[in-house]
């Protein structure tokens, strides 16, 4: 048993650099030399060679030899008493070098393939003490820019050998320019040099001295690098050892820190911290937006009733109105600093409720996003769950406190109708039975309790031995179903709230949500193993497994036509896929019975054994964007 743990500690200290195969989407090669985290990869110019450097708790360059399948040489990245190391680049046309950069280190490497080492010259730049975050060479591998938490470009010269076969000389590059930006005639600091603010995060390289610079701030600037004799017009003051190098052309602004720069043909391509990607044009500089997704953990997932088309989730911050066959956002609600915890469409499509972590429930337009109507102080300790009545009229909600509130909605007011109080910790789902009359609340303190929301009384009260996380009812009304930490899909009747079954549906993970179909035949579940699985409700047997997610999957939702599956990560990541459609004699015709089989071997799991692997239409993580 103790070395059964310290294997997989080890196991859960590797950090893996993976290599794909793009045309039969696998993977080609794998390394797991670095511990913890891999914060930058590149491939030499020649593909011959993977490149990789550590984090702080590994900090070593990794050369992997992609034609022989192994480590060719590694060493530290920084000495005893550099900071850490941010970025890597590799040369344009020479394949044995590469430039690493972090706090106050800045060093070009030289690969030996014969000898299996690594060599490398610190740049000599003075002075100055940096924090390089990007890096930039140019197509003739002369000279090399760099991004700084300061706001400055340094420019080198990299004085690479003539031969790059010369493994011996590795001249030491030099810095020629350190490079503000020179200010605008009208800026108020017309007599200093600018800075970008937080930092020069990105650079990419246009012909004519031209370059793309991408900052902290979200600003993208088409900027021209000016010659010493023309740098200094006559109304700026230089600021040694900054100097105004740079004169900006063309500007935009993308609202969050730029991560990355990709020119293509007349698009600049801009990748954001907030997991957006905008297009700008390289002669107009207009931005569109081209994908965007959520940040964080997606909370909630609601279609309206009996409309497919659209889809709303939910998270921190923020509201999401989604196309399902376009994959683009329609529409974005955002209440800074606070978690929506729950989100619905009223029956008659002309509002969204929302529940949230600060004890309000908001109502917004769909069209628009406009507030309609907000209930403050709903709950003391934040609304953990919420559901809606058919007609419109009543709002059923749950709070970390324990207790289930009934109000009472009208188009002017919205009145507290009653308080249920019995559960001892935080309400973790909620669901109406469809004839209005009846309301079904689960407890984290393994209590689930069905409420005659007319009378404001309990009807039944089910006690397991688990931590409820999700409770639904059956189309018919007749029973229930629950869902929790003891790895279990529970049945329950309503009547005399007995139970009437379990399903295993995970051998080693809790299952956090659950969906039915409107006929009641299906069964979708999503759980912390990662996986979405398919069950018949009858036979209580799963007939797909949906593999993807790379977070735990924190909701699933069937849309009201059953044609799709939504299901939510706590990574942001949005997967939507193909319900699986029976045929006769042919249970599952678009499956891999071989791959399934070894994914459930690896999981452990019997009672998914007989199921097949479904294909997502979206495969991308913490994206929404639909397989082509």
Not at 301 to 311: D, G, K, L, M
Not at 424 to 440: N, Q
Request: overall charge positive; hydrophobic content about 35%.
């Amino acid at each position: 048993m103790y070395q059964q743990g310290i294997k997989e500690r080890l196991i859960k200290l590797q950090a893996p650099v993976s290599i794909w195969d793009l045309e039969k989407r696998s993977c080609y090669q794998r390394h797991e030399v670095h511990k913890k985290e891999v914060v930058a990869v590149a491939f030499s110019p020649d593909d011959r060679l993977v490149l990789s450097i550590g984090g702080r708790d590994d900090a070593n360059v990794v050369v992997w030899d992609i034609l022989n399948a192994e480590a060719l040489c590694g060493c530290p990245a920084v000495g005893r008493v550099s900071g850490e190391v941010f970025t890597l680049s590799r040369t344009r046309t020479l394949p044995n070098y590469f430039v690493t950069g972090g706090d106050c280190n800045l060093r070009v490497w030289n690969v030996n393939p014969e000898k299996r080492n690594l060599t490398f010259k610190d740049v000599g730049i003075g002075m100055l003490k940096r924090q390089i975050l990007c890096i930039e060479i140019d197509g003739e591998d002369k000279l090399m820019y760099c991004g700084t938490s300061t706001g400055d470009i340094l420019k080198i010269s990299l004085n690479f050998p003539t031969s790059s076969t010369n493994n011996k000389n590795l001249n030491i590059p030099i810095l020629l320019d350190c490079m503000g930006v020179v200010p605008l005639p009208k800026s108020k600091n017309g007599n200093s040099v600018e800075f970008y603010h937080n930092g020069v995060r990105a650079i990419a390289l246009l012909p004519n001295n031209r370059l793309v610079v991408g900052a902290g701030n979200g600003a993208v600037d088409l900027v021209l690098s000016l010659n010493k004799a023309t740098r200094k017009p006559e109304n700026v003051a230089l600021k040694s050892p900054t100097k105004p190098l740079l004169q900006r052309i063309l500007c935009a602004n993308v609202k969050k820190e730029v991560t990355s720069l990709l020119i293509m043909e007349n698009q600049i391509i801009v990748g954001t911290s907030a997991s957006e990607i905008y297009s700008i044009d390289a002669n107009s500089f207009q931005t569109s937006l081209l994908i965007t997704c959520h940040t964080s953990r997606i909370y909630g997932i609601a279609f309206p009733y009996n409309y497919s088309r659209v889809f709303a989730t939910c998270g921190e911050n923020e509201i999401r109105v989604w196309n399902l066959e376009t994959s683009q956002e329609l529409l974005r609600i955002c209440i800074p600093n606070f978690i929506c915890t729950n989100v619905l469409f009223s029956q008659d499509g002309k509002s969204i409720v929302s529940s949230w972590n600060d004890g309000t429930i908001r109502a917004f337009t769909p069209q628009t996003g406009k507030e309609m109507y907000v209930i403050h102080n709903a709950h003391t300790k934040g609304v953990s769950a919420l559901d809606i009545t058919t007609d419109g009229m009543k709002i059923v909600s749950g709070g970390c406190e324990g207790q289930v509130r009934i109000w009472r909605i009208t188009t002017s007011t919205q009145s507290l109708c009653g308080i249920l109080q019995e559960h001892r910790g935080p309400v973790s789902s909620l669901h109406i039975k469809h004839d209005d009359k009846e309301a079904v609340s689960a407890c984290t303190d393994g209590t689930c309790i069905i409420w005659d929301i007319e009378r404001l009384v309990r009807s039944q009260i089910i006690f397991a031995n688990t931590l409820f996380l999700c409770v639904r009812y059956h189309p018919s009304g007749c029973q229930i179903l629950t869902s929790g930490n003891d790895h279990k899909i529970s049945y329950w009747e309503t009547f005399d709230g007995s139970l009437i079954r379990e399903i295993e549906a995970s051998a080693s993970a809790p299952v956090n949500n659950i969906d039915i179909t409107n006929d009641g035949k299906h069964i979708v579940s999503g759980s912390n193993d990662l996986l979405v699985k398919v069950w018949k409700y009858n036979e209580g047997m799963v007939t797909h497994v949906g593999i993807g997610h790379a977070g735990v999957v924190s909701r699933v939702c069937i849309s009201p036509d059953n044609k799709c599956i939504v299901s939510a990560s706590s990574d942001g990541a949005i997967f939507l896929w193909r319900f699986p459609q029976e045929t006769e004699g042919n249970e599952n015709v678009d499956m891999q019975e071989e791959r399934n089989q070894e994914v459930q071997k690896n999981k452990g799991n019997s009672p998914t054994k007989r199921g097949k692997r479904s294909s997502p239409i979206v495969t991308k993580n913490s994206s929404l964007a639909k397989k082509k």
